[in-house]
Nanobody, 124 residues
Framework: QVQLAESGGGSVQAGGSLRLSCAVS?????????MAWFRQAPGKEREGVAA???????TYADSVRGRFTISRDNYKNTVYLQMNSLKPEDTAMYYC?????????????????WGQGTQVTVSS
């Protein structure tokens, strides 16, 4: 059973930076999982932010492209989301997701494994 644990959330002022981490455990061949970050603000649908394939190919939502960077360290079984130039509209609960099959999708139905989330709050 794959388990995902997010960390690194917090409160920051607009223009600041945060780096989220997602530790992956309880699996074999972890480097073959496709990984993604999603976020959900109160009263809104969960939306895809960034995805990374087993080979390292990245996909970004238009709202974060150029500000966020997704990366993975297969030796540490960890996926990261570096978030720069944060805006108040980036405030949300951020979730890590994983899927055994190849995927670069930002659709939540493409992923079967989810973490519990980490809160990011950006103040103006």
């Amino acid at each position: 059973q794959v388990q995902l644990a997010e960390s690194g959330g917090g409160s920051v002022q607009a223009g600041g930076s945060l780096r989220l981490s997602c530790a992956v455990s309880g699996y074999t061949y972890g480097s073959r999982y496709s990984m993604a970050w999603f976020r959900q603000a109160p009263g809104k649908e969960r939306e895809g932010v960034a995805a990374i394939t087993p080979g390292g190919g990245a996909t970004y939502a238009d709202s974060v492209r150029g500000r966020f960077t997704i990366s993975r360290d297969n030796y540490k079984n960890t996926v990261y989301l570096q978030m720069n130039s944060l805006k108040p509209e980036d405030t949300a609960m951020y979730y890590c997701a994983a899927e055994w099959k190849y995927s670069d999708s930002l659709l939540k139905d493409a992923y079967n494994y989810w973490g519990q989330g980490t809160q990011v709050t950006v103040s103006s």
